[in-house]
Nanobody, 115 residues
Framework: QVQVVESGGGLVQPGGSLKLSCAAS????????MNWYRQAPGKQRELVAG???????NYPDSVKGRFTISRDNAKNTAYLQMNSLKPEDTAVYYC?????????WGQGTQVTVSS
């Protein structure tokens, strides 16, 4: 049974940093792409970072230069380092594991950027 669990969210002031973790189990983690999405109240879920099994990354312009996705295949874990956070980054952040035509999602972790 594949499981994906996020952690590391919280309250941070504008300009601060947070590092999210995504732990996967029940699968050979290192051969599949991983993504981070976020969903703010009243908005659609949006992709904020992706990493292939070869380590190639992609980001939308809204977070490029501020967010960094990485993975540690030995620990079956992906990370999202978020720097220079802004109030508009406030959202629930979700980890997404893509296995062929299947998507596995975690429960999400809340990130709130506020003074």
């Amino acid at each position: 049974q594949v499981q994906v669990v996020e952690s590391g969210g919280g309250l941070v002031q504008p300009g601060g940093s947070l590092k999210l973790s995504c732990a996967a189990s029940g699968i050979t983690f290192d051969i599949f792409p991983m993504n981070w999405y976020r969903q703010a109240p009243g908005k659609q879920r949006e992709l904020v970072a992706g990493i292939t099994n070869h380590g190639r990354t992609n980001y939308p312009d809204s977070v490029k230069g501020r967010f960094t996705i990485s993975r540690d295949n030995a620990k079956n874990t992906a990370y999202l380092q978020m720097n220079s956070l802004k109030p508009e980054d406030t959202a629930v952040y979700y980890c997404n594991l893509v296995v062929g035509l299947l998507d596995f999602w975690g429960q999400g972790t809340q990130v709130t950027v506020s003074s």
